[in-house]
T-cell receptor, first 112, second 112 residues
């Protein structure tokens, strides 16, 4: 158990819908990172927050957005969902920026 | 952008055999990390490397940070069935201080 929690574990929805994925970092970690992993693919970095502020952006679609709240938990919002958005979405956290990242168990999103 | 080439893509070995996998990059990395992912789970950090030439062990696992800073390898000795999974290398370069670049993974199968 990495100490990073993610909810929900599974999410099934329809095209065009909007969903919110939630992540709670390890106690004491200030950085939160979001990754997307499509079937049999590697991990694609989406976005990073540090102590409430966006710090780095990867190949994140404009339909996706995220935020980190004062209690340091983070939410990833996915809107106008398409079939191709079906994937595992992982959250990771680290104590500071540039530290080792610890991953949560992921949310499996299925868009029908 | 920075990319990692991880090889081999997959390996099928007998229990007790040693395993070697590696990652190479066309650009320099300051940090190399090795993760293992079990099916349906989040990646788990195995070994972190921070200096060129560094050789670090974690039980039966040994990883090295290449002298050129453009490669890293992971060795698993005396494999056992629970070594099955996908192994990812990840690197952090000087350009993207906070962003980890992941390799595509090596899928390991161990036959008892």
């Amino acid at each position: 158990d990495s100490g990073v929690t993610q909810t929900p574990k599974h999410l099934i929805t329809a095209t065009g819908q909007r969903v919110t994925l939630r992540c709670s970092p390890r106690s004491g970690d200030l950085s939160v990172y979001w990754y997307q992993q499509s079937l049999d693919q590697g991990l694609q970095f989406l976005i990073q927050y540090y102590n409430g502020e966006e710090r780095a952006k990867g190949n994140i679609l404009e339909r996706f957005s995220a935020q980190q709240f004062p209690d340091l938990h983070s939410e990833l919002n996915l809107s106008s969902l398409e079939l191709g958005d079906s994937a595992l979405y992982f959250c990771a956290s680290s104590e500071r920026q540039g530290d080792e990242q610890f991953f949560g168990p992921g949310t499996r999103l299925t868009v029908l | 952008g920075q990319q990692l080439n991880q090889s081999p893509q997959s390996m099928f070995i007998q229990e007790g055999e040693d395993v070697s996998m590696n990652c190479t990059s066309s650009s320099i990395f300051n940090t190399w990390l090795w993760y293992k992912q079990d099916p349906g789970e989040g990646p788990v950090l195995l070994i972190a490397l921070y200096k060129a030439g560094e050789l670090t062990s974690n039980g039966r696992l040994t990883a090295q940070f290449g002298i050129t800073r453009k490669d890293s390898f992971l060795n698993i000795s005396a494999s056992i069935p629970s070594d099955v999974g996908i192994y990812f290398c990840a690197g952090r370069g000087s350009g993207g201080y906070n962003k980890l670049i992941f390799g595509a993974g090596t899928r390991l199968a161990v036959h008892p």
